[in-house]
């Protein structure tokens, strides 16, 4: 048996005999600051609180499908976002604060376990419909990757910028992140935003400082996804299901 498999069936076996990630490993916002919690989600319960959250989909993605089905809880404090096949159909899924919760500037933090299989990969990012705009950059509106995790054969994640639109006009800025052991256990991911710049940090650490397309001024939303593409590898040699597991989602802002 693949020891991806193994990992994976052993890690699905605890989840259902109740275990839950240990949370005493929690990055705290950067400091200098005085922080206040604003929003956050710790996936409690056994239904995913529809004040804070919609599902993605139904409906096609690249090249696989977004099902709502493939975003919920365990039971156990944990959003479980699947990826599966079915015939010749390939889908994952994910959930945004679309409507529901939008802001700007603050600190954007998630804790989550990577999925194990080629073919697919998690992500954490902001976003605007303004992002489609063309001629002031990216300040009034812009897609913010807080990470993308679709190398499952290096430890690395990419945190990237996307402005002006994703036709003739695109453009962006992406960094990739060698981070050591990112695909074993769980890791926090998050972003310090300021009217300024962007601060991306990994396990509490900080890992880019960047204003590339000149930094949004507008509130975004927040989304928690998997994608299925080449990027991350041919999802025909992933052992499926797989699963993006995340812990929390936090956003907080300075006290003053």
């Not at 994640?157 to 992406?174: E, F, L, M, P, T």
């Not at 989304?223 to 593409?229: F, N």
Request: glycine letters at 10%; a negative charge.
């Amino acid at each position: 048996m693949p020891l991806q498999l193994m990992r994976r069936l052993f890690f699905v076996s605890l989840l259902a005999l109740g275990w839950c990630a240990p949370r005493t490993c929690r990055a705290e916002p950067p400091p200098g600051k005085e922080w206040k919690l604003v929003w956050g989600d710790e996936f409690d319960g056994k239904q995913l609180d529809e004040s804070k959250w919609e599902k993605v989909g139904d409906g096609p993605r690249r090249k696989a499908f977004w099902l709502k089905e493939n975003a919920y809880l365990d039971g156990n404090g944990h959003l479980v976002i699947r990826s599966k096949k079915d015939g010749e159909r390939y889908s994952c899924g994910g959930i945004r604060t679309r409507g529901k919760y939008e802001r700007r500037f603050g600190y954007f933090e998630i804790r989550c376990k990577m999925p194990d299989e080629v073919g697919t990969w998690a992500a954490f990012w902001l976003m605007t419909p303004s992002v489609r705009r063309v001629g002031d950059g990216g300040k009034d509106g812009a897609e913010i990757d807080i990470f993308e995790s679709p190398w499952r054969e290096q430890d690395a994640i990419n945190v990237a910028i996307h402005w002006d639109g994703y036709g003739r006009d695109h453009k962006s800025a992406a960094w990739k992140i060698e981070s050591p052991g990112v695909n074993e256990d769980f890791h926090m991911f998050g972003l310090h935003w300021t009217a300024d710049e962007y601060i991306f940090y990994c396990d509490g650490k900080e890992v880019k400082r960047t204003d590339a397309g000149g930094v949004c001024q507008v509130p975004v939303y927040l989304k928690v996804t998997t994608e299925i593409g080449e990027w991350a590898g041919d999802i025909s040699k992933a052992a499926l299901p797989d699963y993006f597991v995340v812990d929390y989602v936090r956003v907080y802002e300075t006290a003053d």
